[in-house]
């Protein structure tokens, strides 16, 4: 699909001032809850490091705040009635993989697809799901924009693609019922100023940058 064809969706409402809170307490108990379990991630990711590119080298040291903490921000705003997750681009499993890890105390989302186009990194996400049991992943070697998935009701994405991108690649994916929530550095601004109207948009402060959370995007 190409990028002309992102322009051709529009919305059901458009409510850029809506607010959301962080909740600080709710966040630690469920990565307490999960500690074991991603640091055994941690140890699996960092001995894979050695031979495969998975993160960058000069993320490495502080890899737990990084990227499982910052990842791990995002499943507070998972809706509770919202039981598939599709995560784009998961790379080493951030967020998507980090979240599946979360989801098996709570056992709330029944389905997690993990969208990853290079296969050393879906052998490596394979690895991490093996390990740990996390029975709800099912892992996608193909581009997001050539795959397509019924009834997903959470999108995620972290250091993928620009918010517009990730819209336009998630057409066969993302609904008007569909919770999209991507994971956004301070620049974020810039982005969502070059969006068309995409329907309900909250900035979400998270401490070390922003959920962008969007819902009612419908494409003609």
């Known amino acids: 699909m190409g990028i002309?064809?992102?322009?051709?969706?529009?919305?059901k409402h458009f409510a850029s001032d809506k607010t959301e809170m962080f909740h600080v307490e709710r966040f630690e108990k469920e990565l307490?809850?999960?500690?074991?379990?991603?640091?055994?991630?941690?140890?699996?990711?960092?001995?894979?490091q050695k031979s495969v590119n998975l993160i960058s080298n000069k993320t490495a040291a502080d890899i737990w705040q990084r990227h499982f903490i910052d990842s791990a921000r995002v499943f507070d705003f998972i809706p509770a009635v919202a039981k598939t997750l599709a995560d784009f681009g998961s790379g080493a499993g951030f967020p998507g993989m980090v979240l599946a890890v979360l989801n098996k105390q709570r056992r709330q989302l029944s389905r997690i697809y993990l969208i990853e186009s290079d296969l050393k990194k879906c052998l490596f996400l394979q690895e991490i799901k093996r390990v740990l049991a996390l029975?709800?992943?099912?892992?996608?070697?193909?581009?997001?924009e050539e795959t397509a998935l019924p009834d997903v009701d959470v999108v995620t994405a972290r250091a993928v693609g620009t918010l517009w991108q990730m819209l336009d690649w998630g057409?066969?994916?993302?609904?008007?019922?569909?919770?999209?929530l991507f994971l956004k550095?301070?620049?974020?601004d810039?982005?969502?100023r070059g969006l068309p109207?995409?329907?309900?948009?909250?900035?979400?402060?998270?401490?070390?940058?922003?959920?962008i959370k969007?819902?009612?995007v419908a494409y003609e």
């Open 197 to 211: 109207r995409v329907g309900s948009v909250a900035k979400i402060e998270t401490g070390e940058g922003y959920v």
């Open 135 to 144: 029975d709800a992943v099912v892992i996608l070697n193909r581009r997001i």
């Open 214 to 216: 969007m819902e009612g």
């Open 190 to 192: 810039k982005e969502l």
């Open 32 to 48: 307490k809850a999960a500690e074991k379990d991603l640091l055994v991630y941690r140890e699996k990711l960092l001995q894979w």
């Open 4 to 11: 002309s064809s992102f322009w051709m969706f529009h919305v």
């Open 185 to 188: 550095g301070k620049s974020v």
């Open 171 to 180: 057409r066969r994916i993302i609904r008007p019922e569909t919770t999209c």
